[in-house]
C-alpha cells in the first residue's frame, strides 16, 4: 500500500529530527509528511535543513486543522493509507508496517496499547474507560484504547476526513465514523515510549477536561449529525 505518515507538530524541535530518523531508519519504503502547526520554535528550520516533507501552516490549527490539511494532501497525492504519529517519539515505527497492513482490510485501525495487556488504575486510565463505555453505548463496538494517537486509516476514511467538516482524529470523530459512516475499526497491539522531549499539552487537569469533552461528545454527536452518503 502506498502509505503517508502525517507527523503533526508544534514546538517540536527537540525531538522532530529523532523521530523522522527513526522512521527512516524502520521503514523507509514509507513516506512522511511533517504539518508544522505555526510552531514559534525552530522545528520548520529543521525541516528545512534536513530536506524533511512539510506543510507550514502559518497560524496555529491545532491538532484537527493540522491532521485534516495532511488528509487533503495525502487524498491528493493518491495515498491507500495515512497513518497518524506522534512527533514526540512516543509512537514507535516499527508497528507501522502492522497497522498498514491492517488497513487493508479495514476503515480504521486503532494501535492500542491495552489489546494485550491490562492498564493501571488513574485518573486517565478512569476517562478512557468512560470514553471506552460511551463509545460501546452508542456504536455497540468495543475499543481498548480508544485514546490512542496512533491510528491508520485507509483510503475511504481519507476522503471522509479531507473533506468532511470537524473531523479532528480523536474518539469522538472514530465513534461517528464507526456509527454514521459504517467505518470497519480494528485494533493492532502497541507499546509506546515515554516523551523524548517537551511538555504534553495534556496536564492533569486538561487531561480530566479532555476526557469528559470526549465523553459528552460522543453521547450527543450521535443523534445531531446525519449520516455520511456513500
Known amino acids: 500500500m502506498k502509505t503517508l505518515l502525517i507527523i503533526p507538530a508544534y514546538n517540536e524541535e527537540e525531538s522532530i529530527e529523532s523521530t523522522v530518523e527513526s522512521i527512516r531508519r524502520t521503514v523507509p519504503e ?4 511533517i504539518v508544522n502547526d505555526g510552531s514559534t520554535d525552530g522545528t520548520v528550520g529543521i525541516c528545512r535543513r534536513n530536506g524533511y516533507p512539510f506543510l507550514d501552516l502559518s497560524t496555529n490549527l491545532g491538532l484537527a486543522g493540522g491532521f485534516q490539511a ?3 494532501y495525502a487524498l491528493r497525492h493518491g495515498y491507500d493509507c495515512a497513518i497518524q504519529f506522534d ?15 491492517a488497513a487493508q482490510n479495514a476503515d480504521i485501525v486503532i494501535g492500542s496499547r491495552f489489546l494485550e495487556g491490562k492498564k493501571g488504575a488513574s485518573m486517565r486510565s478512569l476517562g478512557s474507560s468512560l470514553i471506552r463505555g460511551a463509545i460501546k453505548l452508542t456504536t455497540g463496538k468495543t475499543i481498548t484504547d480508544p485514546t ?16 468532511g467538516l470537524n473531523y479532528g482524529p480523536e474518539p469522538d470523530t472514530i465513534s ?3 456509527k454514521r459512516a459504517d467505518a470497519q475499526v480494528v485494533e493492532v ?13 495534556l496536564n492533569p487537569w486538561r487531561s480530566s477536561v479532555y476526557m469528559m469533552q470526549m465523553t459528552i461528545s460522543i453521547l450527543l454527536m450521535q443523534f445531531f449529525r446525519k449520516k455520511v452518503a456513500s
Open 70 to 72: 495532511g488528509m487533503k
Open 87 to 101: 512527533a514526540d517519539g512516543q509512537h514507535l515505527p516499527e508497528y507501522v508496517p502492522a497497522l498498514a497492513e
Open 148 to 163: 490512542s494517537g496512533m491510528r491508520a486509516f485507509n483510503a475511504r476514511m481519507i476522503k471522509q476526513m479531507a473533506k
Open 176 to 178: 461517528y465514523l464507526i
Open 189 to 201: 497491539p502497541v507499546t509506546m515510549a515515554d516523551r523524548t522531549a517537551g511538555e504534553s499539552y
Open 30 to 33: 514509507v513516506d512522511i509528511l
